[in-house]
C-alpha cells in the first residue's frame, strides 16, 4: 500500500559526509510532513530534523548546521545531507512521512491518513 524505503547510509570517517534519501511509495495521495530521526541500541528514537509539505525546517540542536533537509515533491522524496560528521552521529537512521494513501477493498476503497516509518538505514562514523 505505502512504503518507505531509506537509502544511501554506510561507513564514513569523521568530517566526512553523506547522503540519504527517502522514497515513499504506493498508491499515494499526498505527504504532508515528513522527517529523520535516529536510533542507537538502548536509546530512544530521537527528532533529527523535520519538514513540512510547504518546505519549513526544523533541526535539532545537536546538529549544529552540519545537516540539511529537502525534499522533492514531485517524487515522494526526501534528502538528509550530513556533512562534518562525528562519531555520535553514528545510528540507524529511520524516515517518517505523514501519507494519505488509498485502501483498496474487493467491493470499496477508502483513504486513510497515518504515519509511516522506514526500514532504517544504518550510518556509521569512526576511524
Known amino acids: 500500500q505505502v512504503q518507505l524505503v531509506e537509502s544511501g547510509g554506510g561507513f564514513v570517517q569523521p568530517g566526512g559526509s553523506l547522503r540519504l534519501s527517502c522514497s515513499a511509495s504506493?498508491?499515494?495521495?499526498?505527504?504532508?510532513?515528513m522527517g529523520w530521526y535516529r536510533q542507537v541500541p538502548g536509546n530512544q528514537r530521537e527528532l533529527v530534523t523535520n519538514?513540512?509539505?510547504?518546505?519549513?525546517?526544523n533541526y535539532a540542536s545537536f546538529v549544529k548546521g552540519r545537516f540539511t533537509i529537502s525534499r522533492d515533491n514531485a517524487k515522494n522524496t526526501m534528502y538528509l545531507e550530513m556533512s562534518s560528521l562525528n562519531p555520535e552521529d553514528t545510528a540507524v537512521y529511520y524516515c517518517?512521512?505523514?501519507?494519505?494513501?488509498?485502501?483498496?477493498?474487493?467491493?470499496?476503497?477508502?483513504?486513510?491518513?497515518?504515519?509511516?516509518w522506514g526500514q532504517g538505514t544504518q550510518v556509521t562514523v569512526s576511524s
Open positions: 504506493g498508491s499515494i495521495i499526498s505527504v504532508g510532513d
Open positions: 519538514i513540512t509539505s510547504g518546505g519549513s525546517t
Open positions: 517518517n512521512a505523514d501519507v494519505t494513501g488509498l485502501i483498496r477493498y474487493s467491493n470499496h476503497r477508502s483513504k486513510k491518513r497515518s504515519y509511516y
